[in-house]
């Protein structure tokens, strides 16, 4: 059989102050048209469908069209698990209503123990999870994997066999959980589809939420032996490890700057008895990309701007300037010539007017720091009922409400002060 394996597609994503909607619904467009022309028997999601946990209603109906179209009008089953971005019971609303249809979501990891069969190969979907999810989820269960193994069901270990596991080891968590799912694993080929940060893959993605953090989170590829196939999701570029068994297929889009010129593609896989026969990549373009211009000044930006295809121009574009002093209605200027301008400036030289900070940074109070700067407008130093406005605010516990109450009552005392002018 084959299947397409895709993930990341971040749906209702940003980049910088731009939505990416509109760029989203090509590619999308475009993906069921790859669909459409490969006529796979099914189609692999591996989490990050959506990019927030409450997706907007516009990211919302472009899933539904992806989904109405492949699975409602072309008749290909999808099987689906949510990632560290998605919210697993917002994504799968209405889960036993979509099986039916040929839509499964694999929501949790006892769901994940029960594989969903398609033209002779089972997969098993194990969603993005946490170490205290792999706890909580094999210490509740009552009904032992063995019974799985013999009936199908979806059943977790004996309590007895609750895991320990550290809050932040992710690589024992997940060995863990495929040790439950290889023990319901049946003879049939076996595809499984993961979310997760395998080791090895190079850095996560930039604006990507973090799995890995100071080395911790990262899961060895030997964990992931024991399957045909496994499904990645999670790094945004097309990335195998040792072979085709273990791949990721990136994003559905290059959601960064530092993707700029990044080709996009998702995994055409065969599969027979034998285990994985192919893996063709199948590119996935849409006419606005990303691109960077850096080492020019901003000068030299506009008058290189003319000579540009409005095509190129009409890109996603950093524009990373050399210029040191500082710019005057740069980006206005900017978008007279690209429409979608990001405008970095990395060496300002200040000014010598420009005031600074004195004495030990790691040390110096907010209230320090608010009297130099005070003194340095005013050439004087705060008055005894500023000193009190002052310490008001920074006693207040944070919120807006108590904030504004100590400013306010301190505007009351400025006001009835002697001699003061509001």
């Known amino acids: ?43 692999v999601v591996a989490g990050d469908v959506f990019d927030t946990q409450v997706p907007s209603l516009a990211a919302l109906e472009l899933w539904e069209q992806a989904v109405e179209a492949i699975v409602g009008e072309q008749g290909v089953p ?27 979501y694999v929501r949790s990891l006892a769901a994940s123990l029960t594989p969903v069969t398609i033209a002779g190969v089972d997969f098993h979907g194990v969603p993005f999870h946490k170490p205290v999810h792999v706890r909580s989820a094999f210490r509740t269960a009552s009904t032992a994997v063995n019974t799985a193994a013999t009936t199908g069901a979806a059943t977790a270990a004996d309590p007895a066999a609750a895991p320990a596991i550290g809050d932040f080891d992710y690589a024992a968590a997940m060995e863990h959980t495929l040790q439950q799912v290889r023990r319901v694993r049946a003879t049939r080929p076996t595809v499984l589809v993961a979310h997760a940060f395998v080791a090895g893959a190079g850095e996560e993605p930039e604006g990507e939420d973090a799995i890995s953090v100071g080395g911790a989170g990262g899961i060895p590829v030997t964990t992931m032996t024991g399957f045909d196939y496994v499904a990645l999701g999670h790094i945004h570029r097309p990335f195998s490890l040792g072979g085709d068994g273990v791949r ?65 121009r009409d890109h996603y574009t950093l524009i990373s300037v050399t210029d040191t002093d500082p710019l005057t209605d740069a980006l206005a200027a900017l978008r007279e010539w690209y429409p979608y301008p990001v405008l970095e400036q990395p060496l300002i030289a200040a000014p010598p007017w420009v005031p600074r900070l004195t004495g030990d940074y790691r040390t110096t109070t907010p209230e320090d720091a608010l009297r130099q700067f005070y003194r340095h407008v ?36 400025v006001v009835e002060a002697p001699g003061a002018t509001s």
């Open 78 to 104: 999808m099987v689906v698990i949510p990632g560290n971005h998605d919210h697993p019971d917002r994504l799968s609303a209405h889960a036993g209503l979509a099986r039916r249809a040929g839509l499964h």
């Open 248 to 312: 990721y297929s990136g994003s559905l889009y290059p959601y960064s700057f530092g993707e700029a010129g990044a080709e996009k593609s998702v995994a055409l896989v065969e599969i027979d008895a034998g285990g994985v026969v192919g893996v063709e990549s199948l590119p996935l373009t849409v006419t606005r990309g990303v691109r960077t211009i850096e080492g020019l000044s901003f000068a030299a930006v506009l008058a290189a701007a003319q000579g540009e295809p409005a095509a190129l």
């Open 378 to 413: 005013f050439e004087s130093d705060m008055s005894e009922l500023e000193e009190e406005v002052l310490r008001a605010v920074l006693q207040a516990d944070g919120s807006d409400e108590d904030a504004g109450d100590a400013l306010g009552a301190s505007r009351v005392a």
């Open 1 to 43: 059989m084959r299947f397409i394996h895709t993930a990341d597609w971040h749906l209702g994503k940003r980049l910088h102050d731009y939505s990416l909607i509109d760029v989203q619904q090509q590619a999308v467009t475009r993906f069921i048209e790859l669909v459409a022309e490969a006529r796979p028997d099914a189609v």
